[in-house]
């Protein structure tokens, strides 16, 4: 079974700095892919970047970019330029490409934006 | 861009009765959605994949007598609370994918809060 762990419960970031979501996964699988969903108050469930394993590359999105660790199995999330609207819990999240589109999620990092 | 939709957003019901959730794909057809629940302040937690046209999965540990899954079209879900308990208290937010294909993105719906009285 995988497992994906967040060590940070929560975080609070200046508005404009750059604040940095660890996240770590065990899995004996070489095929998958990793997400990171925003949720805000909502409750809403937002994809904010997409990681497939076999790419070295590190996946960005605007403001937001990963550093994929894949030896290390790690896969932090970078939110550059903070702003209000980025204030969310952030879940980490994995899919083994074998099993469809389950989603295995980690604890969630709350993070607050501070004006 | 796809959209999946929840009904109800939020119901009240008394212990012992049942609700029915519903979940569809609003501009897509969906051969597999998916329904997960959150307890506050907690993450997600897969109960089970809604097969269209057949039986879902339920994952370990979830009692499939008392969450009942039906996926009659390839747009709509629905999951039952059968006997509802305070403990079921949840949110329950369900997911899919337009085509099933592995690089789509999944779309979520916007959750449904149920409190148990």
């Known amino acids: 079974a995988q497992t994906v762990t967040q060590s940070q419960p929560e975080m609070s970031v200046q508005e404009a700095e750059t604040v940095t979501l660890s996240c770590t996964y065990d899995?004996?699988?070489?095929?998958?892919?990793l997400f990171w969903y925003k949720q805000p108050p909502s409750r809403q469930m937002i994809l904010v970047i997409r990681q497939e394993a076999y790419k070295q590359q590190n996946a960005t999105e605007n403001r937001f970019s990963v550093n994929f660790q894949k030896a290390a199995k790690s896969f932090s999330l970078k939110i550059s330029d903070s702003q209000l609207g980025d204030t969310a819990m952030y879940f980490c999240?994995?899919?083994?490409?074998?099993?469809?589109?389950?989603?295995?999620f980690g604890g969630g990092t709350r993070v607050l934006v501070k004006p | 861009g796809a959209v999946v939709s929840q009904h109800p957003s939020w119901v009240i019901c008394k212990s012992g009765t049942s609700v029915k959730i519903e979940c569809r794909s609003l501009d897509f057809q969906a051969t597999t959605m998916f329904w997960y629940r959150q307890f506050p302040k907690q993450s997600l937690m897969l109960m089970a994949t809604s097969n269209e046209g057949s039986k879902a999965t339920y994952e370990q540990g979830v009692e499939k007598d008392k969450f009942l899954i039906n996926h009659a079209s390839l747009t709509l879900s629905t999951l039952t609370v059968t006997s509802a308990h305070p403990e079921d208290s949840s949110f329950y937010i369900c997911s899919a994918t337009p085509g099933g294909i592995y690089n789509s993105p999944l779309h979520f719906g916007n959750g449904t809060r149920l409190t148990v009285t």
């Open positions: 999240a994995f899919m083994r490409r074998a099993a469809g589109n389950k989603l295995t």
């Open positions: 899995t004996s699988e070489n095929n998958y892919y």
